[in-house]
């Protein structure tokens, strides 16, 4: 299967004519390969997207939230398809690409069409004059994003982009290209105006880093690795492109000792194992007060134990394979490192298999790995892994567990586990990070900001605040002397 860029309303081929192999996870194999883009590729795409603006942000609020009512109409027909495609591009359970990754693409375009229709101008009164704040639209967006969640946060960019006026040129990661591919199939059957939307395919290097380039992008909505946030604004900052950086985490689940620990051996396990731990807000540190920490150890080592690990395409799958060879390496580097800084496995491990038949036998797999006895201020404690490995450390009081949760660089998420929820909210107020859940994790409002400081990113994206980010406002002030 050749996947083809999607550029003014037409399935195009790369002028580069090189092309980069996509690999099933689970199995190893190539099944699809995808083009190679180049800067023409993109100055094409960024044209495009240039020529359609005035039209598109031309249209009415409601006549473009009606436009995400048709995407999310015909991605709801295509529900068990996303799930399929992306379990398959990305390694994921079924079980997860169904229950997150399709269905939250399709209620990112909902929930954005609701916003947009609700959108209004803000006035602000004075006694001899009226404000009147409106939205305009920025005007070409690049949108690029990681291969962990690929429609989901293609979705969660695309939507309210365009319904504020925008139009854009999406660059998804060059290891997931499938379902960004059946999103412009989607586009393309609901007959969105050519070059509202475009594609390229293709790396970082090449396509990637062409489009944060180009002169002709006003905007620049980017999640991904924390480096290669430095490097998008390295290029964006001097061109003054609004930019939004949602980048890498290292997130600490802070278990207190008054917990609900049936409740929270559970929810801890499954913050740090999700997608096998390929999510930026997995908790990949826990830190439990020492008076249970023995009893939560035991406790969550037989939890991790009992998940299963095996074919995506299974519906009681727990957990997937990881997203690629060299990832699989790069995470694995962190196992045997982990050991050389003092640590023990208490699951997994460097030599452990995953004991797997057939077809799967080629694919990229590990055991989930549970870390005892590091420091926390080692380097497999704070620095992001980005996969099924999480270090388990103790501590004493509140404070303790407050300096070990701010002691990375990063700073995107976190959760605490307490029944006092008067410390809960004390404890999170002091996180360094963007979001904090207490007794819960990944419990999303999508009104809420999403977005983390330090080096998970600058900016928020979610509700108001994605209106706001793919906006400009403008403040018309009308002197009106008959006021007095
Ligand atoms: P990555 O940074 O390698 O790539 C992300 C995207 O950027 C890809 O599409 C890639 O092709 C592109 N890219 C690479 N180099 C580029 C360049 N120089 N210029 C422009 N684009 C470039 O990240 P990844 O490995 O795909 O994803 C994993 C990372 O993403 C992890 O660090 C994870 O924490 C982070 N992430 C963050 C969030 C969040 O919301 N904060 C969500 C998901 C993933």
Known sequence: ??????????????????????????????????????????????????????????????????????????????????????SRDTGKPIGLARNVDANRSIANFRFFAEMIKNHRDETFEMSDAMNYVSSKPVGVGALITPWNLPLYLLSWKVAPAIGMGNTVVCKPSELTPMTANLLMEVIDKVGLPPGVVNLVHGDGAGAGSSLVKHHDVDLVSFTGGTATGAEVAKIAAPQFKKLSLELGGKNASIVFEDCDLEAT???????????QGQVCLCGSRVLIERSIYDDFKQKFVQSVNDLRIGDPSQEDTDLGAIISSEHLQKVNEYVA?????????????????????DDLKGGYWMNPVVVSGLSPYSRCSTEEIFGPVVTLHPFDGEEMAIEIANNTRYGLAGSIWTKDLEKGRRVAEQIETGMVWVNTWLHRDLRTPFGGVKDSGVGREGGRWSLGFFSEPLNVCVKDDQAR
Request: glycine share 10%.
């Open 337 to 357: 490192l982990s050991i050389k800084e003092g640590g023990v496995c208490l699951t997994g491990g460097p030599d452990s298999s995953v004991p797997l038949e």
């Open 265 to 275: 051996v559970k929810g801890v396990t499954r913050s740090a194992f999700l997608n």
């Open 1 to 86: 299967m050749e996947l083809k860029n999607y550029i003014g309303g037409e399935f195009t081929k790369s002028s580069s004519r090189r092309w980069l192999e996509v690999r099933e996870p689970a199995t190893g194999r190539k099944y699809a390969r995808v083009p190679l883009s180049d800067p023409e590729d993109v100055g094409h795409a960024v044209d495009s997207a240039r020529k359609a603006q005035p039209g598109w942000g031309g249209l009415t609020l409601l006549e473009r939230a009606n436009w995400l009512d048709r995407i999310a109409d015909e991605l709801e027909e295509r529900r068990e398809e996303i799930a399929s495609v992306e």
